[in-house]
């Protein structure tokens, strides 16, 4: 892959997945019934509605935000933070992988940590290839 074509797609994937990330703004929000919704329909088992879970689950949210909107503007000039990108991408590599052994150790559906932990990984992986090429 050229330079320029993988800075570009560099771009454009810390600009989907800043995206996706930043949706969570809406678990920031939501009612507790909503929760409530989500747990029963992917089987992840009750959610409960205690000051610990709400913060836990909501802080998350707002941190996913963050990381969402971070990624969105290292992406307007990639070039820039090479070195962060890649450094960000093996952070997402170990982020992924201790998603994936936690998923597995806590009990969470099967579908939920292949899902999860492993594109995760992948998407770690881009970072860095996708920087290499870009130099």
Same mark, same amino acid.
């Given at each position: 892959?050229?330079?320029?074509?993988?800075? /570009?797609?560099?771009? *454009? #994937? #810390?600009? =989907?997945?800043?995206?996706?990330? @930043?949706?969570? =703004?809406? &678990?920031?929000? @939501?009612? +507790? /019934?909503?929760?409530?919704?989500?747990?029963?329909?992917?089987?992840?088992? &009750? $959610?409960?509605?205690?000051?610990?879970?709400?913060?836990?689950?909501?802080?998350?949210?707002?941190?996913?935000? %963050?990381?969402?909107? %971070? &990624?969105?503007?290292?992406? /307007?000039?990639? /070039?820039?933070?090479?070195?962060?990108? +890649?450094?960000?991408?093996? #952070?997402?590599?170990? $982020?992924?992988?201790?998603?994936?052994? %936690?998923? $597995?150790? =806590?009990? @969470?559906?099967?579908?939920?940590? *292949? *899902?999860?932990?492993?594109?995760? =990984?992948?998407?770690?992986?881009?970072?860095? *290839?996708?920087?290499?090429?870009?130099?």
């Amino acid at each position: 892959m050229r330079p320029r074509t993988a800075e /570009r797609t560099l771009c *454009w #994937l #810390l600009r =989907i997945m800043g995206g996706m990330a @930043m949706l969570a =703004i809406v &678990a920031v929000v @939501m009612p +507790t /019934r909503w929760m409530e919704a989500g747990a029963e329909w992917t089987d992840v088992g &009750a $959610f409960p509605d205690t000051p610990l879970v709400q913060y836990l689950a909501r802080s998350l949210s707002g941190l996913y935000v %963050l990381l969402g909107a %971070l &990624a969105i503007y290292v992406s /307007r000039d990639v /070039r820039r933070y090479l070195d962060f990108i +890649t450094f960000n991408g093996w #952070l997402t590599i170990a $982020f992924g992988a201790t998603v994936t052994a %936690l998923d $597995f150790s =806590i009990g @969470m559906p099967a579908s939920w940590s *292949w *899902w999860e932990g492993p594109p995760t =990984i992948v998407v770690g992986a881009a970072f860095i *290839w996708l920087a290499r090429r870009a130099r």
